[in-house]
Structures are given as structure tokens and as C-alpha cells.
T-cell receptor, first 115, second 108 residues
Framework: EAGVAQSPRYKIIEKRQSVAFWCNPI?????LYWYQQILGQGPKLLIQ????????DSQLPKDRFSAERLKGVDSTLKIQPAKLEDSAVYLC?????????????FGEGSWLTVV | GQNIDQPTEMTATEGAIVQINCTYQ??????LFWYQQHAGEAPTFLSY????GLEEKGRFSSFLSRSKGYSYLLLKELQMKDSASYLC?????????FGKGTMLLVSP
């Protein structure tokens, strides 16, 4: 079974530039998550989708971050304009069904460095 | 909201046993997960507890006490490859919130 796919794996941009990350979840998984993980910290939830609807985006900095999940499958996360403090790993994850007790599976992450 | 506390770092020697504690406060509870994360890699699932008690899976065991808001991950017969960050995560009403992780260093 293929895992969660993310691209690009690594990205270096200058502050005030924009960047987009793509995620393809495990086939059949209804729930998709984007987490931000700053070095030395645990993952912080940015946004959670159930199919193509948003369940929670309370910690998404909406003035610069946006995310969509068209057709309830793939998702993109965009940052515009980027700030230095956005340097982090952006982890996409997915889980089957809608129950919060379902195990979530992570992709390898997209590493962003803002200079 | 949710608040999750776990130690920042722990050290242990190969072959030993180590217990990593996690305490939490949450407004809703649908279980507690433990994930392992090696440096530069994504977190991988270790265990899930939703009822009180001990869940054993090979060298790893996880314990939960819902009344105390407490869990621990027990690692036996430590190996060098167990050096990693261990993340405690609490499932609330609809989302999963992670602690900051405990960095475990296993030395020879």
C-alpha cells in the first residue's frame, strides 16, 4: 500500500516569496491533515479536512497560509508571503474514516527554509 | 483546549528499560497515541490507548489512566536504534494534538 506522498521534499525561498506544497493521501483515507513542525518541537495542526470540508483550521495563519482539498483527495498548502518564522517541516497526514481514534499516517514532510 | 506535558530529554543505556511520561489536560478525550520520530523523518505510529490499563506490543508498552490524565510509554531491552523523539498525542473531540516530544538518547 502506498503511503502519504508529499512534494517537494525540500524548498529554500526568500522571505516575502510564496511556496506551495502538495500532498496525496493514502488511497481511501477520508481525513487529511497538515501539520507544521518547527525544529525541536512537536507537530502543530494547521488544518484538518474531512473529505473536502474543513474540520479545524483554528491554528492556520489565514493572512498568509491557505489550503484546499479539491475533490476530497489531493491537497495543497500555500504560504504567501513567507516569513522567516515559517521555516519548518510541513507534514501531511491522513487517516481512514472520520473517527478521531483512527491512526494517522504521516508523509515524509516538506522541509521549508526561509532566508 | 488541550495541554500536554512530557520531559524534553532522557538518556538510557543499551539493554536497559526506560519510561517516558506524559500528562495532559483536555476538554474532550478520544484516546492517546504515542509516535516515534527519528531525526529527519516523519513520525511513525507506536501505540493507541483509549481505555485505562496497559497495552503491550513487543518491547514497547503503553499505559493510560484517564482519571489522572496520565500516560507512559515503556521501552524494554533498549537498542541503539531506539534513539529518537517520542511524541505523546491526545485525541480530542475532532483533532489530534501533539506534545513537544521527548528526545531519548540510548548510549552503549
Amino acid at each position: 500500500e502506498a503511503g502519504v506522498a508529499q512534494s517537494p521534499r525540500y524548498k529554500i525561498i526568500e522571505k516575502r516569496q510564496s511556496v506551495a506544497f502538495w500532498c496525496n493521501p493514502i488511497s481511501g483515507h477520508a481525513t487529511l491533515y497538515w501539520y507544521q513542525q518547527i525544529l525541536g518541537q512537536g507537530p502543530k495542526l494547521l488544518i484538518q479536512f474531512q473529505n473536502n470540508g474543513v474540520v479545524d483550521d483554528s491554528q492556520l495563519p489565514k493572512d498568509r497560509f491557505s489550503a484546499e482539498r479539491l475533490k476530497g483527495v489531493d491537497s495543497t498548502l500555500k504560504i504567501q508571503p513567507a516569513k522567516l518564522e515559517d521555516s519548518a517541516v510541513y507534514l501531511c497526514a491522513s487517516s481512514p474514516g472520520s473517527g478521531i481514534g483512527n491512526t494517522i499516517y504521516f508523509g515524509e514532510g516538506s522541509w521549508l527554509t526561509v532566508v | 483546549g488541550q495541554n500536554i506535558d512530557q520531559p524534553t530529554e532522557m538518556t538510557a543505556t543499551e539493554g536497559a528499560i526506560v519510561q517516558i511520561n506524559c500528562t495532559y489536560q483536555t476538554s474532550g478525550f478520544n484516546g492517546l497515541f504515542w509516535y516515534q520520530q527519528h531525526a529527519g523523518e516523519a513520525p511513525t505510529f507506536l501505540s493507541y490507548n483509549v481505555l485505562d490499563g496497559l497495552e503491550e506490543k513487543g518491547r514497547f508498552s503503553s499505559f493510560l489512566s484517564r482519571s489522572k490524565g496520565y500516560s507512559y510509554l515503556l521501552l524494554k531491552e533498549l537498542q541503539m536504534k531506539d534513539s529518537a523523539s517520542y511524541l505523546c498525542a491526545v485525541a480530542g473531540y475532532s483533532t489530534l494534538t501533539f506534545g513537544k516530544g521527548t528526545m531519548l538518547l540510548v548510549s552503549p
